[in-house]
Every structure is written in C-alpha cells, then in structure tokens.
C-alpha cells in the first residue's frame, strides 16, 4: 500500500485550512450583514408620494398617516377608502404588510385595484422604508405591525370584526405573526413561507441554518391562527418556492382556503391573476364579514 507523501500531506492540509477560512468568512458575514441580505428598503423620496394625485380618477380617498410604535418610532402609511364606504365590504379594512424590498409607493396601483372591491385598505412602510423611520429588523417589523393594529383600533376606532390582515412575501411573515395574537376577521397570505431558514436553505444552501437569527416562523404560528385564512400562492414563483408556501397552508387550521395562480412570478400574481384573483379576495373579505357579524 502507497504511503502519503509529505508533499501530499500538506496539500492537504492547505485545502483544510482554505475550508476552514472559507467557513468563517460566511459565518462572519452572515452575522454581520444578515440584515441587508433580507431587507431592501426605498428611502423617501424615492418613489410617488402625492397622494393627490393618486386620487385623480379615482372613485375615492387616499391620506398620509403617520403613528408611533411601542419603542417609540415615527411610521407612516397609506389609507385609501372607497367613495361608496359602508356599502358591500366597503367597511372593511385590508390591513396590508408588503414584501422586503421597495416602499409602500411601489405598491399604489394595487393598493387602488383592492379599494374597487370595495373595501378599505391600510398600507404600512416598516422602520426604514418610505417615510418611517428606524431601521428594519425581525422584532421591529412586529412592533411596527402592532403599532399598526393599535392606530386602527384604538386610535381610529376600527372594530376587530372589520380588519382583514394581508401578508404578502415577507409581508406573509409579519401578518401571520400579528393574527396569531390579535382577533382578526381573517388572513390573507401570498406568496409567503415556513421560515427565513427554509428560505435562506433554498437561495444560500451553504449558510448553516444555525447561523441564521432572524427566524420569521410562520409555520409554528400559523397553527395559532383561528381566523378564516386564504393563502395565495404559484408553482411558477422564482423567489419563494411553491413548496413552502403549500406547507404554510396545510398547517394552518380550518377554516381556510387556497387559491393557485397559474404561471405567476412572484410579482405577478395580481396581474397573472387578472378578475378571478380579485374576485378571490372580494369574496374571502365578504364571508369574513359574515363571519363577524
């Protein structure tokens, strides 16, 4: 038998080493620049934010709001109402948490799509996007849901029973988070996920999972959400697997629904989905209101 030559030996442990450094660049990474591999925040004033014109054409109001989190930070958002409000589901409201990148003015055509349903939709920018302030983490975006839940309920006297949480993507994360504490009328996930781990094992498979701290997992909470829930999701979604988001629904309890998108990248379930994702919603928001009464 061959007996490994000294040369061969440190060959060897050269390739170690170069593993070991490789490993601990990551994970150096990973913990220091965690945050900016998840969130990709818009920063006023980049984006639309003339809420005037916004309403042009539109059958309708849209309003700057602005309110105060527990540790004491400034966030802003949208409330646009329906001119016919308290007719069909006109009085009930979407309250609307969106994806990780951009603000809250990238989602203004879609946010005036819902209003035509009709129904009330409250759109948020999260600490470090659009006008609020701070900077964006796991614990922050659930106080900055909170904040939200507390601006309409306590400080503008939205019932409960009119408040429809929708998540999308990221945004899934935190409406799941806010409905298995709150007593909302129902929840509308899209396009969302178990947790940050199954996702970062999708896109960076060679972070180990225990170097991860933001965790956002919405497959242990979503077992504690009673209301009726739907979950919207596509088998041609390029950033969140399908597969994840089918696991998220099948272990949510009843009463809930899925809804399939058909050849819809991750933006694009409400233009792939055109009239029937819409109706979708209108008629989820109708049974809730149902429900609540």
Same mark, same amino acid.
């Given at each position: 038998?061959?007996?490994?030559?000294?040369?061969?030996?440190?060959?060897?442990?050269?390739? #170690?080493? *170069?593993?070991?450094?490789?490993?601990?660049?990551?994970?150096?990474?990973?913990? @220091?620049?965690?945050?900016? #591999?998840?969130?990709?925040?818009?920063?006023?004033?980049?984006?639309?934010?003339?809420?005037?014109?916004?309403?042009?054409?539109?059958?309708?109001?849209?309003?700057?709001? @602005?309110?105060?989190?527990?540790?004491?930070?400034? %966030?802003?958002?949208?409330?646009?109402?329906?001119?016919?409000?308290? %007719?069909?589901?006109?009085?009930? *409201? =979407?309250? @609307?948490?969106?994806?990780? $990148?951009?603000?809250? &003015?990238?989602?203004?055509?879609?946010?005036?799509?819902?209003?035509?349903?009709?129904?009330? /939709?409250?759109?948020?920018?999260?600490?470090?996007?659009?006008?609020?302030?701070?900077? !964006?983490?796991?614990?922050? %975006?659930?106080?900055?849901?909170?904040?939200?839940?507390?601006? =309409?309920?306590?400080?503008?006297?939205? +019932?409960?029973?009119?408040?429809?949480?929708?998540?999308?993507?990221?945004?899934?994360?935190?409406?799941?988070? =806010?409905? &298995?504490? /709150? +007593?909302?009328?129902?929840?509308? /996930?899209?396009?969302?996920?178990?947790?940050?781990?199954?996702?970062?094992?999708?896109?960076?498979?060679?972070?180990?999972?225990? #170097?991860?701290?933001?965790?956002?997992?919405?497959?242990?909470?979503?077992?504690?959400?009673?209301? !009726?829930?739907?979950?919207?999701?596509?088998?041609?979604?390029?950033? /969140?697997?399908?597969?994840?988001?089918?696991? #998220?629904?099948?272990?949510?309890?009843?009463?809930?629904?899925?809804?399939?998108?058909?050849?819809?990248?991750?933006?694009?379930? $409400?233009?792939?989905?055109?009239? !029937?994702? @819409?109706? *979708?919603?209108?008629?989820? *928001?109708?049974?809730?209101?149902?429900?609540?009464?």
């Amino acid at each position: 038998m061959a007996r490994a030559t000294p040369h061969a030996g440190r060959r060897w442990l050269r390739i #170690l080493i *170069v593993v070991v450094l490789a490993c601990a660049t990551i994970a150096i990474a990973v913990v @220091f620049f965690e945050n900016s #591999l998840i969130y990709f925040p818009s920063r006023y004033p980049e984006g639309r934010w003339d809420t005037g014109l916004l309403s042009e054409g539109f059958p309708g109001t849209v309003d700057d709001h @602005f309110f105060v989190t527990s540790d004491g930070l400034r %966030l802003h958002g949208w409330w646009a109402r329906p001119a016919e409000g308290g %007719l069909g589901t006109g009085d009930m *409201v =979407l309250l @609307f948490f969106h994806g990780n $990148a951009g603000n809250l &003015s990238d989602r203004a055509e879609f946010m005036m799509r819902l209003v035509r349903l009709p129904v009330q /939709v409250f759109m948020i920018d999260y600490r470090g996007y659009g006008r609020s302030e701070g900077r !964006p983490s796991e614990q922050g %975006l659930y106080r900055d849901a909170d904040a939200a839940w507390r601006y =309409l309920t306590q400080d503008r006297g939205v +019932r409960q029973t009119q408040i429809v949480v929708f998540g999308k993507s990221l945004g899934g994360a935190v409406g799941v988070d =806010l409905a &298995s504490r /709150v +007593r909302a009328a129902g929840l509308i /996930v899209e396009s969302s996920f178990t947790s940050v781990p199954d996702m970062a094992a999708h896109h960076y498979p060679v972070i180990p999972r225990a #170097l991860i701290r933001t965790r956002m997992d919405s497959l242990s909470k979503i077992t504690g959400v009673s209301a !009726p829930k739907l979950h919207i999701h596509s088998k041609a979604d390029e950033i /969140v697997p399908y597969e994840l988001g089918l696991r #998220l629904y099948e272990a949510a309890p009843k009463p809930k629904r899925f809804h399939e998108v058909e050849g819809a990248g991750h933006n694009e379930t $409400a233009e792939r989905g055109g009239p !029937p994702y @819409f109706e *979708v919603i209108r008629a989820f *928001v109708a049974e809730c209101q149902v429900r609540a009464r």
